[in-house]
């Protein structure tokens, strides 16, 4: 069985997920982990995205981490692809596949039998004209006055899914997430542990952790970054405090401005992350903050997992 720990950034999965292998390794198993977090691909994007440390790893073998360079473009379903070859060979190695992250599309892509629509030339090259021509806005408002439940759950700054949303949508009439991950069967067995965290103690996590980036050498990263392709990359250079602190060393804007917008962005991230998991009824949800609640939800899933791969 697999287990995924997810909810919104900010609220502990990392730790949760080491703290759940190390628990299962007490049960008598053993445990990999399967990364679900699309930014934490991209080799060199360490701070920004709080990726561990393989110091502070605990010996927990970690795949899907550092997989792509800064220029390369990630796909849900090349995600898909290579996921579900490392989970099928933890499974086949005896392990519990754990599996964390809070790119919800990342998660339904790999727990569910997620099947992507198809696409059209005809209608892809319509949109990408729309854009240059009429602009981004344009067509998210189009996006939300269609269908306002995927618009939800969407980036409508990123242009890329703005236009394949609005593909799928001329294409199958249903929405490109939302619909599509709800009705998606199990592609293998799964439990689903969410963290929770209240949104005001959230929001000074999340303020915190991004003044943090900025303290432990985001620039420097980024600097280090851009001789490799990070401006030029399609998907890394959209990345939340990577975007603002490329222009921040353009001189586009003050330090001060940076931060404030990478802050801002990943609150309203963080929203659409709690907005997407909610809608999972399969998600056993626990306070973040409550050490016995998350600790008790911990062991439970490991007992399980354990038992079930008994069985």
Avoid: C
Avoid at 92 to 102: E, L, N, W
Avoid at 116 to 122: C, I, N, R, S, V
């Amino acid at each position: 069985m697999i287990v995924a720990i997810v909810g919104a950034t900010g609220t502990g999965k990392t730790a949760a997920s080491l703290d759940l292998a190390d628990r299962i390794g007490r049960l008598g198993g053993t445990a990999e982990i399967v990364n679900a977090d699309a930014m934490q691909l991209y080799r060199g994007m360490d701070i920004g995205t709080a990726k561990a440390p393989v110091s502070e790893r605990r010996g927990v073998p970690h795949h899907l981490i550092d997989v792509l360079d800064v220029t390369d473009e990630a796909s849900v379903a090349a995600y898909q692809r290579d996921a579900r070859v490392a989970v099928e060979a933890i499974a086949a190695r005896g392990a519990v596949p754990i599996v964390v992250g809070g790119s919800g599309l990342y998660v339904a892509a790999l727990l569910t039998d997620f099947r992507f629509p198809g696409t059209d030339p005809d209608v892809r090259a319509h949109y990408e004209e729309r854009l240059a021509t009429e602009g981004l806005g344009t067509l998210a408002a189009e996006l939300l006055r269609r269908d306002p439940e995927a618009a939800a759950q969407l980036d409508l700054q990123n242009p890329r899914r703005v236009v394949r949303a609005l593909e799928v949508a001329d294409i199958t009439g249903e929405a490109l997430t939302p619909g599509l991950a709800a009705r998606a069967r199990p592609w293998r067995p799964y439990a689903q542990v969410g963290l929770a965290v209240e949104r005001s103690p959230l929001v000074d996590r999340l303020d915190r952790r991004v003044e943090a980036m900025w303290a432990e050498g985001l620039l420097d990263e980024v600097r280090a970054l851009l001789p490799l392709g990070l401006e030029r990359s399609p998907t890394a250079s959209r990345a939340i405090g990577y975007a603002q602190a490329i222009d921040e060393l353009a001189g586009r804007v003050t330090r001060d401005e940076a931060i404030a917008a990478t802050a801002s962005l990943t609150r309203r991230y963080a929203r659409r992350q709690v907005s997407w998991f909610r809608r999972d009824a399969s998600i056993e949800w626990v306070d973040a903050l409550d050490d016995d609640a998350r600790d008790a939800a911990l062991q439970a899933a490991a007992e399980r997992a354990l038992a079930s791969m008994a069985g």
